[in-house]
């Protein structure tokens, strides 16, 4: 199974959309030969995302079932086990590794940080990095399909971690009612939802003046159109949030629209 074949029959594209419309809505802009590569890694981060979607080491459950998972992609990354060929998004990574249009480091790191959330992440630095490697280190492994230069790659994580802040400030009732271990375990997560959007917004503008400003050409635009979205759910109203239960209106469209096409 190559991706040209899943290309054709638009597999990896649907599940893109259905599994993380947010970042599929980034991806489009991008060229159409990258397109579906693109949608791969969202799919693995959706993947790697569900494992970690077990009650965190700090309820006591313990992180065991988590952590099985992640070594699991761990091993199919490092192409240390042979049973992943009838999982297509593991056949399509090891693909993209093959080809070289991804690096093996890249996708570990992010594996790292799931293993991280999911043994609990203590304090405000260690989440910062997990941030960083997990969201971040996903955006890292868009910039390398897209051929963004390796000297952007930190700015490139900054982009993906204030993508990532905002989004868990967007969602964070839902995902506080499903006690996922989302903030250090130095934040106390029984204070009032504002003063926990209050941190996720500073964090975000932190990871947003460490991304800075960027001029890039067309062809690597769709890399940084988190961005866009990022500054609008970093400065937006909670309330708001909490009434359109996350959806995605027409100005958040239209801002990805304009900063794909250079405006």
């Keep these: 199974m190559t991706l040209e074949r899943e290309a054709a029959a638009g597999r990896f594209t649907d599940l893109a959309r259905q599994a993380d419309p947010d970042r599929f809505l980034t991806v489009l802009p991008a060229p159409p030969a990258q397109r579906t590569a693109l949608c791969v ?67 570990l790191t992010l594996i790292g940080a799931r293993e991280a959330e999911a043994e609990g992440l203590e304090t405000v630095e260690s989440w910062r990095q997990a941030m960083l490697d997990g969201p971040g280190g996903l955006q890292r492994a868009i910039g390398e399909l897209l051929g963004v230069d390796p000297s952007q790659a930190d700015r490139l994580a900054a982009a993906g971690a204030a993508y990532g802040c905002g989004a868990l400030r ?74 359109s239960a996350g959806a995605r209106g027409l100005g958040d469209r239209l801002a990805v629209l304009a900063a794909a096409i250079g405006r």
Excluded: C, K, Y
């Excluded at 009612?177 to 932190?206: D, K, Y």
């Design 41 to 107: 890694l969202i799919l693995l981060n959706h993947e790697l995302v569900r494992a970690t979607e077990q009650p965190s080491a700090r309820s006591g459950a313990g992180p065991i079932a988590a952590l099985i998972r992640l070594q699991w992609w761990r091993e199919v990354i490092e192409n240390s086990r042979a049973d992943w060929h009838n999982q297509p998004v593991a056949v399509a990574v090891r693909a993209l590794l093959d080809q070289g249009r991804v690096r093996m480091e890249t996708l």
């Design 170 to 243: 967007r969602h964070l009732p839902a995902l506080l009612a499903n006690e996922r271990g989302i903030l250090p375990a130095a934040i106390e997560t029984t204070r009032p939802v504002a003063e926990l959007r209050a941190f996720l917004a500073s964090e975000g503008e932190r990871f947003l003046a460490l991304a800075g400003a960027q001029r890039a050409s067309p062809g690597q635009r769709a890399a940084w159109l988190p961005l866009v979205l990022a500054r609008r759910d970093l400065r937006g109203d909670g309330a708001a949030f909490d009434r």
